[in-house]
């Protein structure tokens, strides 16, 4: 069974600064997606990382893949008070669809 | 979110009655799914559906029936539900092996359970 640990579970940050969100997976994965989830509201599709190595940005984000050591990141840069949401990385089982969300990062971006 | 749709968006009910749920992708995906979202706890997935058919059971209790009729809709039948079962109830649909974004889950609105 696929295990996933993101850190940290809670994260305050001025705007402006910079910082990373990490997942940890424990069993192999052909591809990792990133998600986030404002307050009351769905889950918005961010990013899909499909191999090794693979590293992807839009604006402010960039999420990387290193699937030798189970581990994805999600940099923030220089952030702004828009990011404020949670953010969830999902990993997908090498067979079949199954996605396995993570505890979810409960960003903060203060003024 | 008009890709997909779910309703109602809130529903509270009694433990003795019986309420669906419905979803509906307009996105031409050929898998759905149930999911369950409680306050402080991950995301967990319910039901699976690939072309129609039942793929995954997650070990859900009986009083949650799924239904899919066809590859756009997705139901969930309630009945005899728990006060726990008060939750975020999301769908979501994706397209198997697709060129591009394979397999990306995309998400409906979410119906907000309450059991009263």
């Known amino acids: 069974e696929l295990k996933v640990e993101q850190n940290p579970l809670f994260l305050s940050m001025q705007e402006g600064k910079n910082y990373t969100i990490y997942c940890n997976y424990s069993t192999t994965s052909d591809r990792l997606y990133w998600y986030r989830q404002d307050p009351g509201k769905s889950l918005e599709s961010l990013f899909v990382?499909?191999?090794?190595?693979a590293v992807k940005q839009e604006g402010r984000l960039m999420a990387s893949l290193d699937t030798k050591a189970r581990l994805s990141t999600l940099h923030i840069t220089a952030a702004v008070h828009d990011l404020s949401a949670t953010y969830f990385c999902a990993p997908k089982e090498t067979s079949g669809s199954r996605l396995t969300f993570g505890e979810g990062t409960q960003l903060t971006v203060n003024p | 979110e008009t890709g997909v749709t779910q309703t109602p968006r809130h529903l509270v009910m009694g433990m003795t009655n019986k309420k669906s749920l419905k979803c509906e992708q307009h996105?031409?995906?050929?898998?759905m799914y149930w999911y369950k979202q409680s306050a402080k706890k991950p995301l967990e997935l319910m039901f699976v559906y690939n072309f129609k058919e039942q793929t995954e059971n997650n070990s859900v209790p009986s009083r949650f029936s799924p239904e899919c009729p066809n590859s756009s809709h997705l139901f969930l039948h309630l009945h005899t539900l728990q006060p726990e079962d008060s939750a975020l109830y999301l769908c979501a649909s994706s397209q198997l092996r697709g060129d591009t974004n394979p397999d990306t889950q995309y998400f409906g609105p979410g119906t907000r359970l309450t059991v009263l």
């Open positions: 996105l031409g995906h050929n898998a």
């Open positions: 990382l499909l191999s090794n190595g």
